[in-house]
């Protein structure tokens, strides 16, 4: 009788048995961690992880002048797309960026939980908005 420490490679293995495998709590749905291991122990390259292109100069294609290529191919620019009725605009006001927790303002429970970021969830800086009617 086989050891559960010892596989038969012969077998397929699921995606499931390597999950049990991993060195976290993760769970490797796109198989990151079983190619990391297999790369790590001296395996092949995947087929699938090679990346081949044809691009040259000589079949370069100038950008075109509409908006619709390059980095910011959005018709009103790097901003988020809101939907607003007619009369409404939207102003950009920038960040807000809160200010830092300390220990005297928490205590200290905040870091039993293993990370010095608790309780500080969506204490990131955030873009601020004014949505107001446009100006007649």
Do not use: C
């Not at 190619?35 to 995947?46: H, Q, T, V």
């Amino acid at each position: 009788m086989e050891s559960s420490g010892q596989p038969d490679r012969s077998r397929p293995r699921s995606i499931e048995l390597d999950n049990d495998d991993t060195h976290d709590s993760t769970v490797d749905t796109d198989g990151k961690n079983r190619e990391a291991s297999r790369l790590a122990g001296g395996g092949p390259i995947s087929p699938d992880q090679i990346t081949g292109s044809n691009a040259s100069l000589v079949n370069a294609m100038p950008e075109a002048g509409d908006g619709f290529a390059g980095f910011d191919s959005r018709p009103g620019g790097n901003h988020p797309a809101f939907a607003l009725r007619a009369g409404y605009m939207v102003i950009e006001k920038g960040f807000d960026a809160p200010q830092p927790v300390s220990d005297a303002q928490l205590g200290p429970v905040h870091r039993m939980y293993g990370s010095a970021y608790w309780p500080g969830h969506q204490r990131r800086p955030e873009r601020v908005f004014e949505l107001t009617a446009v100006p007649r």
